[in-house]
């Protein structure tokens, strides 16, 4: 069984405290019963003249879990006096995973029909396409700043920023639509030369551009330029996976009466 002792180097060890086994097993016995309480582990300093004795937890389902129990000395007191006790998770001990925001949880194509994910105010993948200036404005003001943005062609209250772009660029080279996915591993050629490609405006257009061939796998998705599949627009057969031509066809020149005399 493992020992637990940990003494920190700012705090000085207080000897009471360290020797307040049966003291530290007595409270905890008389809190959760003898049944559950397994072998001293040994002790943890916490501070000056408080320290953690730490118990085997026998209770049945916390295998791995020990019992804390945390005591104190006041100054120029003899005695101890139990401060709290907790059940803790032990290194082996079976524990439930880290809770994850659901908006980090939520994966592509998890939405459904009528579903909605907010994106938070701060969200660095966005910025402001424009701001209302310096001064306060009623709601009528900011009104007319829109409509005049709406005019500009500003209509978007907020447009991707670098950081954004980046992620979605990092995002797409490295999934299904990257020169790492199995299908672009055995094509024959990449997208950059591909009839079907179109590329993006912007800033990605020299690395990524929309697959707009029906036959193929990735019709409609973004692609890199080194991308590629076996549907690409220049691909040709060699003879030997050309169909094999069909024989002609027989005609039956034999006639009834023919048939008759046989």
Not at 86 to 99: K, R, T
Not at 245 to 260: A, I, N, Q, R
């Amino acid at each position: 069984m493992m020992r637990f002792v940990t003494p920190t180097l700012r705090s000085k060890t207080d000897s009471v405290a360290v020797a307040a086994v049966e003291a530290a097993h007595s409270a905890l016995v008389e809190e959760v019963g003898a049944a559950d309480v397994g072998e001293h582990l040994g002790h943890t300093v916490e501070g000056d003249r408080v320290v953690t004795h730490l118990f085997a937890c026998t209770r049945r389902g916390y295998l791995g879990w020990h019992w804390s129990v945390t005591v104190a000395r006041a100054s120029r007191q003899k005695s101890v006096t139990v401060d709290e006790i907790v059940l803790v998770p032990g290194d082996q001990a079976i524990v439930a995973p880290e809770w994850v925001p659901y908006k980090e949880r939520v994966q592509p194509g998890d939405l459904s029909p009528g579903d909605l994910l907010p994106v938070e105010e701060d969200d660095p993948r966005l910025v402001p396409t424009y701001s209302f200036g310096d001064d306060p404005l009623d709601a009528d003001d900011k009104a007319q700043v829109r409509e005049v943005a709406r005019d500009l062609g500003l209509g978007r209250v907020r447009t991707l920023s670098t950081e954004g772009r980046d992620l979605a660029a990092e995002r797409w080279y490295d999934g299904d639509g990257g020169p790492a996915a199995p299908l672009a591993q055995s094509a024959p050629d990449v997208c950059s030369t591909c009839g079907f490609l179109l590329r993006l405006a912007g800033p990605l257009s020299e690395t990524f551009g929309v697959c707009a061939n029906g036959n193929a796998n990735d019709d409609g998705r973004v692609v890199s330029m080194d991308h590629g599949c076996g549907a690409h627009s220049e691909v040709q057969l060699a003879k030997r996976h050309e169909p094999q031509p069909l024989p002609e066809h027989v005609y039956d020149t034999l006639g009834s009466d023919e048939f008759e005399k046989l």
